[in-house]
């Protein structure tokens, strides 16, 4: 189903879905009561939905049929800053993904993502997660702050990773290593992202720039539309955002950001594969695994679309399967056991 104010877009959208035999459009709505009203009595395998519409807009009207008829929802945007809070919202309330959408300049680019995400999204069950939970007794750090900056936590996502991260997050206490963090997502998108995460979380979330020094209690978001890597100068683990060229069709890249940590003289690396389509990031979670990295990948069940990680157990670059709610547990106890391991060679060379 296709809801959009505009009988162009909704024509041009049309053109392009049925272009392939596998896709029908079996109806069209102009707003969200004649969408509200077909959902009544059907249900469609996929609904492209136009964030702003006159009356009713694209997430007031997700939020009304999603808890009771949840259909992965593809939101359709024309991918500016102010359409940003609206996405992250939609994809808060279980909206599969979001694309750009149509123009003259964008056909072709169009037709082939629109072509992927709604294979993907008939092909996901799409879970709503509302996150609302309280660190226990045992989801602490023990690692002394002092030894927290020794550590690296590298996460890369695609499809799904907002919510995805927003989960492992939401279950982390304040003392936590820097985290580096690659999600697919456009240059208009990542700043209110990093923001968003930073109003729910104890530490401090940040969009990265060039230059940001590595530390402790804070998360460093890579901005759409650049690359970001991580290198040494003077003793000092630094961030640095380039114009590179995109990897594996994506800027940011996850492979561009786990490649640049296998360059680094850490020893206490945990790289994690959450997620999403494609294979991006597989290839430098294996180039971390050789060089003594912890790697994780999220399980086939909690991911919206499970195919970055797949293809990371494919290749043998995961050495655990976690599923979404435990991974922050997980990190824990690690960095717990990390943490008593270091403090018993202190001792010894005391």
């Known amino acids: 189903m296709i809801v959009d104010d505009s009988k162009s877009i909704r024509k041009f959208l049309q053109k392009i879905i049925e272009s392939y035999p596998q896709f029908e459009v079996v109806f069209q709505a102009n707003n969200a009561n004649e969408a509200l009203n077909y959902l009544r009595t059907d249900k469609p395998d996929v609904i492209t939905l136009d964030?702003?519409?006159?009356?009713?807009?694209?997430?007031?009207?997700?939020?009304?049929?999603?808890?009771?008829?949840?259909i992965p929802t593809i939101m359709i945007t024309s991918l500016n800053k102010s359409d940003s809070k609206q996405v992250l919202e939609a994809l808060e309330y279980g909206a599969f993904d979001y694309i750009q959408k149509p123009h003259i300049n964008n056909i072709n680019t169009m037709k082939e993502t629109l072509k992927r995400t709604i294979i993907a999204a008939f092909q996901t069950k799409n879970n709503i997660t509302n996150i609302n939970t309280t660190i226990s007794s045992i989801d602490k750090i023990n690692t002394p702050s002092n030894q927290l900056n020794r550590h690296i936590i590298a996460i890369g996502a695609s499809t799904g990773g907002t919510e995805a991260i927003k989960d492992v997050l939401s279950r982390l206490p304040i003392n936590i290593p820097p985290i580096v963090?690659?999600?697919?997502?456009?240059?208009?998108?990542?700043?209110?992202?990093?923001?968003?995460?930073?109003?729910?979380?104890?530490?401090?979330?940040?969009?990265?720039?060039?230059?940001?020094?590595?530390?402790?209690?804070?998360?460093f978001i890579a901005p759409g539309g650049r690359q970001m890597k991580l290198e040494t100068k003077n003793g000092k683990t630094l961030i640095k955002i380039?114009?590179?060229?995109?990897?594996?069709?994506?800027?940011?890249?996850?492979?561009?950001?786990?490649?640049?940590?296998?360059?680094?003289?850490?020893?206490?690396?945990?790289?994690?594969?959450?997620?999403?389509?494609?294979?991006?990031?597989?290839?430098?979670?294996?180039?971390?695994?050789?060089?003594?990295?912890?790697?994780?990948?999220?399980?086939?069940?909690s991911c919206i679309v499970f195919g970055m990680p797949r293809v990371a157990i494919e290749i043998g670059a995961s050495q655990k399967t976690i599923a979404l709610e435990n991974i922050s547990r997980e990190i824990i106890r690690l960095l717990n056991s990390k943490g008593q391991h270091e403090n018993l060679r202190m001792e010894a060379r005391l």
């Open 242 to 301: 380039t114009d590179d060229n995109a990897v594996n069709r994506f800027k940011p890249s996850v492979d561009y950001l786990f490649s640049s940590l296998t360059k680094l003289n850490c020893q206490n690396i945990i790289g994690i594969l959450m997620t999403g389509m494609g294979s991006d990031g597989a290839q430098g979670l294996l180039e971390l695994k050789k060089m003594g990295a912890t790697t994780w990948t999220q399980n086939e069940q």
């Open 51 to 70: 964030i702003n519409m006159p009356g009713m807009d694209g997430v007031s009207l997700l939020k009304k049929y999603m808890p009771k008829t949840p």
């Open 181 to 219: 963090i690659v999600q697919h997502i456009p240059a208009e998108f990542s700043a209110s992202f990093a923001n968003r995460l930073d109003e729910m979380c104890p530490f401090q979330v940040l969009e990265a720039k060039n230059g940001d020094m590595l530390k402790a209690g804070h998360v």
